[in-house]
């Protein structure tokens, strides 16, 4: 099934469902694993520890793959990001926002066809736990510099939605980064994995970036194998 992923507004849901009623019908799959995942709130950090000494030791080996994330002309946004799991043959420096992709391919990409590790993938060695125990996608390790932000935006709503997402904060000073979901800002935990609900309103902000913050964007197979993993590293 393709995914539909694009700002919500922009989309006619009724009139793919129309045409395409078996895109925009949800499954009972898709129903017991969104349940599930309700279930477990919107913002729900993992049990992961994350090793900050680990973390500053492989920070340095991702220096040349920096590149800007989804640069936009006449947007000052100061993002850089490293793709750590994409497309067959991809390098760590290659085009990683979903609507570059979109560009480049024509068509929307399967966030889980993204599932070929970079180069990257291996030197990131402080996420290696958690990449081991899911079905990873597409997945990025995204830095926001000072004034670097998300806008207001909502990820694959729909309920036939292919994936759900993982972010983990690397780094230990998050006192000038807002991360606010649903309207609430929440409290960023350092060196720490949140599952988090894409679905409601979410925003990010950076004021100032020491240089060591950095956040690693997942995108993990929804499907019960997965959801079960994720319920066994529920930290509350
Ligand atoms: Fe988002």
Known sequence: MNEV???????????????EPNRLTPTPDDIACELQLSALGDWAPLTYELDQSLWLKNLPLMEPWWHPYQPKPNVQNDRECVLIYGAEGDKPNSLSGIRQLYEKLGRWPLETEMNHPTEAQQQLSVMHEVFDTFDLGRTFLIKLNQ???????????????????LIAFLGDNHKNFEFELDGIKRTVIPNTVYYF??????????????????????????DWNNILRLMTKIGH
């Open 5 to 19: 992923t694009t700002k919500n507004f922009e989309i006619d849901y009724e009139k793919i469902y129309l045409e």
């Open 147 to 165: 004034g670097g932000f998300f806008p207001k935006h909502r990820d694959h709503i729909h309920l036939t939605r292919e994936s759900f997402r």
């Open 197 to 222: 609900d894409t679905r409601k309103e979410h925003r990010l902000h950076c004021w100032e970036n020491k240089n060591d913050n950095a956040m690693v964007v997942m995108n993990i197979k929804k």
